[in-house]
């Protein structure tokens, strides 16, 4: 497979850096998931990891009456379907073009079409999105698809991913609240199965749990009680490990481990009580105080729910990971306002790039669209490298069932109106009464050992805070810690990423 570089038309909104692939030679880890206090040999680390990689083989062994509960759908039949009659649709009955003195525009707009490039078209494309020109956006979309007819089953990555821009595109000029999915295809063992291959040859799924782990066992080490409040807890792979380092723990003993999973509608309410018996039973095998608990969010009052009493109260916030559903900015905001209340000793933020909050306010749609093609490309890209060989058939089920899934999702999401933008912006002021703290030297190895064991394309990147997982010159996902204001600074606080 080739992945295609693209000519961004914009200047991107945060540097790229250069790759770094020194390996620092005096790094020693102690237990890879554990606190970063003792040396040990060089080969207990490839031990630890063995440890972990067969507690999430123990957990990844699922009933499969999971299928009833589903957040990652695939591009198969509806999606498909729908999008290749797109070409004979009429645009959208409630918008009104005057058609009189257009017929020379018009005239220079097919000549235009005719002799654009794939790319030239996609930006084309997110530019008269942007200008609400509807009929010229839904004649670009109509090339693309004329262009794009047949590739969805060839082996050039960049066509499947105009592929799903252009659809991306489809949905946005028909406004459509939603992307249409069939309802039957959920949790099934294809899906969990891409789900096991990101977590196996990729290092994305690793990278943000291992680090939002690391950093909750160094900030609870002198605590007993500790209660984990998760947005989107879904299987729970992240918390065997926890478990595990927990009971495991020299010095304080940890008495109990209390974990709150925040879910959003029935499905993920649902999803979530399986998860709870499978980590309950997890518990009882190494012997380990384990409770769950579950809430369903709808605004940030919900939160006075929450039984806090003398623990020290974690929140854990994964936002727009590879291997989750999208949520929604209003949601993400929710969690973080209702979170703030309860004044938490540490929140964990692992996030997609394309989504930093920090950028989001000021982008316009055209800008994003440039900014997630580059994204989505890069990330491809990784994959392709990672799914080589006899995986190379798992990449095109990833492709279909995640990859393409998070591309239309993203490109529909996208607020165009400056209101809507706005949430992400009070997304950010959520966070005011915290503080980003860098990330230990002990996370920091731990990230940069676990990376080495994949694709040396990968790299982190620690700086201003914030801990990067990068695909050569581009950060695809950061994960940043916070805590809470000192009193006497509480109000100087404007938060930074």
Same mark, same amino acid.
């Given at each position: 497979?080739?992945?295609?570089?693209?000519?961004?038309?914009?200047?991107?909104?945060?540097?790229?850096?250069?790759?770094?692939?020194?390996?620092?030679?005096?790094?020693?880890?102690?237990?890879? /998931?554990?606190?970063?206090?003792?040396?040990?040999?060089?080969?207990?680390?490839?031990?630890?990891?063995?440890?972990?990689?067969?507690?999430?083989?123990?957990?990844?062994?699922?009933?499969?009456?999971?299928?009833?509960?589903?957040?990652?759908?695939?591009?198969?039949?509806?999606?498909?379907?729908?999008?290749?009659?797109?070409? +004979?649709?009429?645009?959208?009955?409630?918008?009104?073009?005057?058609?009189?003195?257009?017929?020379?525009?018009?005239?220079?707009?097919?000549?235009?079409?005719?002799?654009?490039?794939?790319?030239?078209?996609?930006?084309?494309?997110?530019?008269?999105?942007?200008?609400?020109?509807?009929?010229?956006?839904?004649?670009?979309?109509?090339?693309?698809?004329?262009?794009?007819?047949?590739?969805?089953?060839?082996?050039?990555?960049?066509?499947?991913?105009?592929?799903?821009?252009?659809?991306?595109?489809?949905?946005?000029?028909?406004? +459509?609240?939603?992307?249409?999915?069939?309802?039957?295809?959920?949790?099934?063992?294809?899906?969990?199965?891409?789900?096991?291959?990101?977590?196996?040859?990729?290092?994305?799924?690793?990278?943000?749990?291992?680090?939002?782990?690391?950093?909750?066992?160094?900030?609870?080490?002198?605590?007993?009680?500790?209660?984990?409040?998760?947005?989107?807890?879904?299987?729970?792979?992240?918390?065997?490990?926890?478990?595990?380092?927990?009971?495991?723990?020299?010095?304080?003993?940890?008495?109990?481990?209390?974990?709150?999973?925040?879910?959003?509608?029935?499905?993920?309410?649902?999803?979530?009580?399986?998860?709870?018996?499978?980590?309950?039973?997890?518990?009882?095998?190494?012997?380990?105080?384990?409770?769950?608990?579950?809430?369903?969010?709808?605004?940030?009052?919900? /939160?006075?729910?929450?039984?806090?009493?003398?623990?020290?109260?974690?929140?854990?916030?994964?936002?727009?990971?590879?291997?989750?559903?999208?949520?929604?900015?209003?949601?993400?905001?929710?969690?973080?306002?209702?979170?703030?209340?309860?004044?938490?000793?540490?929140?964990?933020?692992?996030?997609?790039?394309?989504?930093?909050?920090? $950028?989001?306010?000021?982008?316009?749609?055209?800008?994003?669209?440039?900014?997630?093609?580059?994204?989505?490309?890069?990330?491809?890209?990784?994959?392709?490298?990672?799914?080589?060989?006899?995986? $190379?058939?798992?990449?095109?089920?990833?492709?279909?069932?995640?990859?393409?899934?998070?591309?239309?999702?993203?490109?529909?999401?996208?607020?165009?109106?400056?209101?809507?933008?706005?949430?992400?912006?009070?997304?950010?002021? +959520?966070?005011?009464?915290?503080?980003?703290?860098?990330?230990?030297?002990?996370?920091?190895?731990?990230?940069?050992?676990?990376?080495?064991?994949?694709?040396?394309?990968?790299?982190?990147?620690?700086?201003?805070?914030?801990?990067?997982?990068?695909? $050569?010159?581009?950060?695809?996902?950061?994960?940043?810690?916070?805590?809470?204001?000192?009193?006497?600074?509480?109000?100087?606080?404007?938060?930074?990423?």
């Amino acid at each position: 497979m080739e992945v295609e570089l693209i000519e961004n038309p914009f200047n991107p909104s945060y540097d790229l850096y250069d790759c770094s692939f020194e390996y620092d030679s005096s790094f020693q880890t102690s237990d890879l /998931f554990t606190p970063c206090t003792t040396n040990v040999e060089q080969n207990s680390d490839h031990e630890c990891l063995n440890r972990l990689l067969q507690i999430e083989a123990q957990l990844m062994d699922i009933d499969s009456s999971i299928s009833s509960g589903s957040d990652v759908i695939g591009l198969d039949g509806v999606v498909d379907s729908e999008f290749a009659s797109y070409i +004979s649709e009429e645009p959208p009955e409630n918008v009104h073009v005057s058609t009189e003195g257009n017929s020379l525009l018009k005239e220079i707009q097919i000549d235009l079409l005719e002799e654009s490039s794939l790319t030239e078209l996609l930006f084309a494309g997110a530019e008269a999105v942007e200008a609400q020109n509807w009929v010229f956006a839904s004649n670009i979309i109509a090339k693309l698809n004329t262009l794009l007819a047949g590739s969805e089953n060839g082996d050039n990555s960049f066509n499947k991913l105009a592929t799903f821009f252009t659809q991306g595109l489809h949905y946005k000029t028909i406004n +459509s609240p939603e992307v249409p999915h069939e309802p039957a295809v959920s949790r099934n063992t294809d899906t969990m199965s891409s789900f096991q291959m990101l977590q196996e040859l990729s290092p994305f799924v690793k990278f943000a749990h291992f680090t939002a782990n690391q950093a909750i066992l160094e900030a609870t080490q002198e605590d007993e009680d500790i209660h984990v409040i998760d947005f989107d807890i879904m299987e729970g792979s992240q918390w065997p490990s926890l478990m595990v380092d927990l009971a495991m723990r020299k010095g304080r003993r940890c008495a109990s481990l209390k974990v709150t999973a925040v879910t959003v509608d029935q499905q993920s309410a649902a999803l979530a009580q399986q998860t709870g018996r499978r980590l309950k039973e997890f518990s009882e095998s190494i012997n380990l105080l384990f409770i769950f608990d579950q809430m369903m969010m709808a605004t940030e009052e919900d /939160f006075a729910k929450i039984e806090v009493v003398a623990e020290a109260v974690v929140a854990n916030c994964m936002i727009h990971q590879l291997h989750m559903p999208n949520r929604s900015i209003s949601l993400v905001k929710t969690f973080l306002g209702g979170m703030s209340k309860l004044s938490p000793k540490l929140i964990v933020l692992v996030q997609e790039e394309l989504f930093n909050f920090s $950028k989001m306010p000021s982008m316009f749609f055209a800008e994003f669209f440039s900014e997630a093609l580059h994204h989505y490309n890069s990330l491809c890209d990784s994959l392709v490298t990672s799914f080589s060989g006899e995986y $190379k058939m798992g990449l095109r089920q990833i492709e279909k069932e995640v990859l393409g899934i998070k591309i239309l999702e993203s490109v529909r999401q996208f607020p165009c109106e400056k209101e809507e933008r706005m949430l992400w912006e009070d997304c950010f002021a +959520s966070l005011k009464g915290f503080k980003s703290i860098p990330l230990s030297s002990c996370n920091v190895s731990q990230a940069k050992y676990l990376v080495s064991l994949f694709n040396r394309g990968y790299w982190v990147q620690h700086e201003k805070g914030r801990l990067a997982l990068c695909w $050569k010159s581009r950060p695809l996902t950061t994960a940043s810690i916070w805590v809470p204001l000192t009193k006497s600074r509480k109000t100087m606080s404007t938060p930074t990423f």
